[in-house]
């Protein structure tokens, strides 16, 4: 009597396996889409009361893909990448300044290389269709299991996968940063000109050397009180700007989408510490916390509130040799 219910709970569960498979196909496709579909568009990027408009071209596959994307307002930049490798160039420091914050966040290419990660904290829904840029496209939302985080909106085209829009928003369902086509036709342009830099001072933000992916030779158990879904991807000592020759620690924590880079330092006399947060760039956030004789500082895209939740409850052990 038993036989038909235990049937229908293994159906029930084998089609909830195959659409949570569905979905990371799909997110997979669409992170391919973002980083390598050929186009030549115009978009927009609104944050913290800001607009400004960009002209995106992008041609190739793989580690031949190029792109330029161009500032059509504001301090003139242009962010070009070759492969792996990606470099601003603007006319003066200021501009170049500009450039730098500007390419925390490459629209379309918001989701990670690697999507794989991001079941752990996040559920993707269908939530409908629109139109944008005069082309349809379905609404995809990447809602966080923790509702302390951002969730992500991606207006997806139905043919390429390519994001035409994509909206932050806060834990109170505010729009906290929004990128979208204005206009786009999905093929490249094949003239090389169109992909060389015009603005004379450069600066490498990305090597086509530099890590990706997690590091497989990270111990986790280097970092522990962390927030449910997230996990240590690299760890290394770097010399930072400003800091002189004493090396910090940066660790790179990710929940399989938000990407935290963490520092790590002695801190300053007692008398001059100060718990702090701040906004960057759109999504992109700042905290700063002390714990015993380290300062922690997050930068990384984030609510500000959850950030210092973060410092505040994560414990650092001495690493693994």
């Not at 004493?246 to 330092?265: A, I, T, W, Y």
Request: charged content about 25%.
């Amino acid at each position: 009597m038993r036989v038909v219910p235990l049937i229908g709970v293994l159906m029930f569960g084998a089609a909830c396996a195959a659409h949570a498979e569905d979905d990371m196909q799909l997110l997979r496709k669409v992170g391919n889409a973002s980083r390598q579909q050929a186009l030549d568009g115009t978009y927009l990027h609104q944050m913290n009361g800001m607009l400004e408009t960009f002209r995106l071209v992008r041609q190739g596959q793989g580690d031949n893909v190029r792109e330029k994307r161009t500032s059509l307002d504001g301090p003139p930049r242009e962010v070009v990448r070759n492969g792996g490798e990606l470099t601003c160039y603007a006319q003066d420091k200021r501009a170049l300044m500009a450039c730098k914050i500007s390419a925390m966040r490459l629209f379309p290419a918001l989701l990670p290389d690697d999507v794989d990660d991001i079941a752990r904290s996040y559920v993707l829904k269908r939530t409908g269709t629109d139109r944008v840029a005069q082309r349809d496209c379905q609404w995809l939302d990447l809602q966080p299991r923790d509702p302390q985080r951002y969730t992500m909106r991606m207006c997806v085209e139905p043919t390429t996968y390519l994001p035409l829009k994509m909206i932050t928003l806060s834990p109170r369902g505010d729009s906290v940063e929004q990128f979208t086509f204005t206009e786009i036709e999905l093929a490249g342009v094949k003239d090389k000109r169109a992909y060389r830099a015009k603005l004379p001072q450069k600066f490498l933000l990305r090597s086509s050397k530099a890590p990706t992916g997690a590091d497989p030779s990270i111990s986790q158990n280097e970092i522990t009180g962390l927030p449910q879904g997230f996990r240590l991807l690299r760890s290394a000592e770097r010399v930072l700007p400003g800091t002189g020759a004493k090396p910090v620690r940066h660790l790179v924590l990710s929940d399989g989408l938000v990407m935290l880079s963490v520092f790590v330092e002695p801190p300053p006399p007692e008398n001059a510490r100060m718990e702090r947060v701040g906004n960057l760039h759109g999504a992109i956030n700042m905290a700063t916390s002390y714990q015993g004789d380290m300062q922690l500082t997050a930068v990384g895209d984030m609510p500000q509130t959850a950030m210092m939740a973060l410092l505040k409850g994560m414990h650092l052990n001495a690493k693994s040799e």
